[in-house]
């Protein structure tokens, strides 16, 4: 399984990013993806999280009304819309598939629950 992130860079405070997520390989026919972050020198962050269908969705506080997680199933794709970028947003984004299949109603925050996961793209927002 490969999960390809691209869409990082740097910004400047208040400015948008989009990150994409390609999904390949995968060996079930149906899971929830998410988002995460991390700064050095500490835990991996939960994002955003969407389900299969992509009519669920979950944000961690810090984000709600400023990221949008969507997705593009007919591409196994899964998006980070991200507005108002903020310094402290600053990390490096993870995308992250569940092993599946998807479980209906359940979004999970933790990463450990998260069994798929990409290389990471850098975000660097600037104040």
């Known amino acids: 399984v490969q999960l390809q992130a691209s869409g990082g860079g740097l910004v400047q405070a208040g400015d948008s990013l989009k990150l994409s997520c390609v999904a390949s390989?995968?060996?079930?026919?149906?899971?929830?993806m998410a988002w995460f972050r991390q700064t050095p020198g500490k835990e991996r962050e939960f994002v955003a999280a969407?389900?299969?269908?992509?009519?669920?969705?979950d944000y961690a506080d810090s984000v709600n009304g400023r990221f949008t997680i969507s997705k593009f199933n007919a591409k196994n794709t899964v998006f980070l819309q991200m507005n108002s970028l903020k310094p402290e947003d600053t990390a490096v984004y993870y995308c992250a598939a569940e092993k599946g299949p998807y479980r209906l109603g359940l979004l999970p925050r933790n990463s450990y629950e998260y069994y798929y996961w990409g290389q990471g793209t850098q975000v660097t927002v600037s104040s």
């Open positions: 390989g995968h060996p079930s026919s149906s899971y929830a």
């Open positions: 969407i389900s299969w269908s992509g009519g669920q969705n």
